[in-house]
């Protein structure tokens, strides 16, 4: 295999691992933390109010965004990285 | 200076901003037109994309929603933003790279197929179409509302509007006009929560304050004999919740006029800071609604329930006036009771029925906030509800004229002639969705969710794998495309209430909101079994899918 063809393949690996750990957090803060272990969670107090309330209707929003944004700052340096930068 | 004032005001200076934007932003080319020269920056683009997706379901049903599911409704706030997670790292940079116009094209040309394209316009428009035609009710019932003018006029005023710069402007028009929608509605949005928050905590930040507010709310309600209010699935289901959820974030992921946002960026690095930029202004937002939701209910269980309906407050007396407010004295003490069940059924000894969509709107009024904070609501709900119906007019229009114009029915048509055909399908789109808000099928409301579910059924699959996977052949994706969206249809039209047949629901006992996630798998399966056992597609396909997952080259959208 060429080298310039391995190293796109590379990438394109790195880039998919990078996939599947944010997607694992997505599921988990989408569907088991507030579906499956809100009920628990609602024992403990934050803000004032049941902590898994909080995680459903706000908490696991800004754990969406910080995915965004995790996954755009690699991504950008990956493509510096392996020369396949616009 | 009366309400009526300032929100006369309010409304012809926002309006006035959308035209000079548009005006200013004229565009000749369908390049300018379709995708805004892809010379927007990424910041105004997120900004631009989260005052497109922000609708009228958003800024004034949602919220309402919430007030009455309670945790549960955790479901509209990560469904509607968990899809921009898989937006942004399964389709955007990928679609950005590939470069066409629109949905539809990216379809046919991975798909080597003109059929796999009308069927992808076809489903882009039924979609877009439903869609749009709740935006228009929405902004008939605002005006209608203030105004006090009859709802028909409340349409056709909100007709006038967006087809006057969405025909003007195209997408370049769009965009920066729906950066200026975005900074009114947020702006709209957060003043009452902040003045709520501080009126009942003392706190001026609503997403600090609500879960607070919630544990209150929690013993007042137990006592009138509802479930707590922070309690999972009290109203749904755990499976349905789940599936809701689900259905609303992969359909967030396959709505074409989402996606087409992210082309009108100059790079792949651009797309995908857009999605960066579009969740934090879509999160300001979300974030606030469930705070929104809780103050709402404690002010209107602490202002009215348990009270004389003689001494109810001003803003009860002209809720009541419009019908979505009602109070029934059933046991004919005089007192406002609040108790589970329907107020209509005679059996529960509820006596008070409140439509969720007026939550948002009487907020401002409930908590007693001054006039003008009133005004800014009501211009905040129009540019939600305007600012989502170009953006869907557009696809509308490019599916038209382009997918299917363009394409098939006249190849050498000439720019000028396609921007014709592409204007005129959008005034044709305005007059058809006005038509439907001022005599709205009973379900316009719903439609808003099941359009989500009928994109997820669609688009989701077909766009994934034909990214991911290169052996995805045509047949595979036009298989799978049909079978979802018309499993999803055909479950929608038998269950939902209210459309037509009124089956129960007989798939597990779904709801219909939840049934395109079901309709998504079925396409999933479909597409992966029938493309391997089709021939695989040609080899410069198989290039071509591997091109697009290195960004360098993008280049700019080809016209193709």
Redesign the interface.
């Known amino acids: 295999m060429e080298p310039e063809r391995e190293a796109l393949e590379a990438y394109w690996k790195k880039n998919l691992t990078l996939i599947v750990i944010l997607l694992a957090i997505w599921f988990t803060f989408g569907f088991i933390v507030p579906y499956f272990l809100g009920p628990w969670l609602n024992q403990f107090t934050f803000l004032g109010g049941p902590l898994g309330f909080w995680v459903a209707q706000n908490g696991s929003i800004y754990v969406f965004w910080i995915l965004i944004l995790v996954y755009a700052l690699q991504m950008n340096r990956l493509d510096q990285r392996f020369g396949v930068r616009e | 200076m009366s309400l009526q004032i300032w929100i006369l005001l309010a409304v012809v200076l926002t309006f006035g901003l959308y035209i000079g934007i548009a005006i200013w932003a004229r565009v000749s080319t369908t390049k300018g037109f379709y995708v805004a020269g892809q010379g927007v920056p990424p910041f105004f683009n997120g900004m631009a994309t989260a005052g497109d997706w922000m609708s009228a379901a958003s800024f004034i049903s949602m919220s309402g929603l919430?007030a009455f599911l309670g945790?549960d409704?955790?479901m509209y706030?990560?469904g509607w933003?968990?899809g921009?997670?898989?937006l942004?790292?399964?389709l955007a940079?990928y679609l950005r790279k590939f470069g066409r116009f629109t949905v539809p094209a990216f379809i046919g040309d991975r798909y080597y197929s003109s059929t796999a394209r009308v069927v992808a316009a076809l489903c882009a428009v039924a979609v877009s179409f439903t869609y749009v035609a709740g935006q228009m009710r929405g902004a008939g019932i605002v005006f209608s509302r203030f105004l006090e003018i009859p709802i028909g006029w409340g349409v056709v005023v909100g007709m006038a509007m967006v087809a006057f710069y969405a025909v003007l402007g195209g997408m370049k028009g769009i965009t920066y006009t729906q950066v200026a929608q975005y900074a009114i509605l947020i702006t709209a949005f957060i003043i009452p929560a902040v003045g709520i928050s501080l009126e009942l905590t003392g706190s001026p930040v609503p997403?600090?304050a609500?879960?607070?507010?919630?544990?209150q709310l929690d013993l007042i309600i137990e006592d009138l004999g509802f479930g707590a209010?922070?309690?999972?699935f009290t109203n749904l289901s755990?499976l349905d919740?789940?599936l809701i959820?689900?259905a609303l974030?992969c359909g967030t992921a396959g709505l074409p006029h989402v996606i087409i946002r992210f082309y009108t960026t100059r790079?792949?690095?651009g797309a995908?800071?857009t999605?960066?930029f579009a969740?934090?202004f879509i999160?300001l937002l979300?974030?606030t609604a469930?705070a929104v939701a809780v103050f709402a209910k404690f002010n209107l269980v602490e202002t009215v329930v348990g009270e004389p309906y003689e001494e109810r407050p001003e803003w009860f007396r002209t809720w009541e006036d419009t019908g979505l407010l009602e109070f029934r004295d059933k046991n004919a003490d005089g007192i406002i009771d609040f108790a589970p069940g329907a107020m209509r059924d005679p059996a529960s000894d509820n006596e008070l029925f409140v439509d969720p969509d007026i939550i948002v709107l009487a907020n401002p009024e409930i908590a007693n906030l001054p006039d003008w904070v009133i005004a800014i609501v009501v211009a905040g709900g129009l540019a939600a509800a305007l600012s989502t119906a170009s953006g869907l007019l557009l696809v509308i229009a490019s599916s038209l004229s382009h997918d299917i114009f363009k394409t098939y029915i006249r190849p050498k048509a000439s720019e000028r002639e396609e921007l014709l055909v592409a204007r005129g399908a959008m005034l044709g789109a305005v007059a058809l969705a006005g038509i439907l808000g001022v005599y709205p099928p009973a379900f316009v409301g719903e439609v808003v969710a099941f359009a989500f579910g009928l994109a997820a059924a669609s688009f989701f699959p077909a766009i994934v794998l034909g990214i991911f996977d290169p052996r995805t052949t045509r047949e595979g994706a036009i298989t799978g495309m049909l079978a979802g969206i018309t499993f999803t249809a055909f479950y929608i039209i038998t269950v939902a209430p209210g459309i037509g047949i009124g089956w129960d629901p007989w798939f597990f006992g779904i709801s219909p909101q939840g049934i395109g996630t079901v309709g998504m798998l079925l396409s999933f399966v479909l597409t992966v079994v029938v493309s391997r056992l089709t021939p695989p597609p040609p080899p410069e396909i198989q290039g071509l899918v591997e091109r697009i997952?290195?960004?360098?080259?993008?280049g700019a959208a080809i016209d193709h």
């Open positions: 919430i945790f409704g955790a706030l990560l933003t968990g921009y997670v898989l942004a790292v399964l940079p997403q600090v609500f879960p607070q507010v919630a544990a209010y922070t309690s999972p755990q919740v789940i959820t689900m974030m790079t792949v690095r995908r800071w999605g960066v969740l934090f999160a979300y974030t469930p997952r290195y960004p360098r080259g993008s």
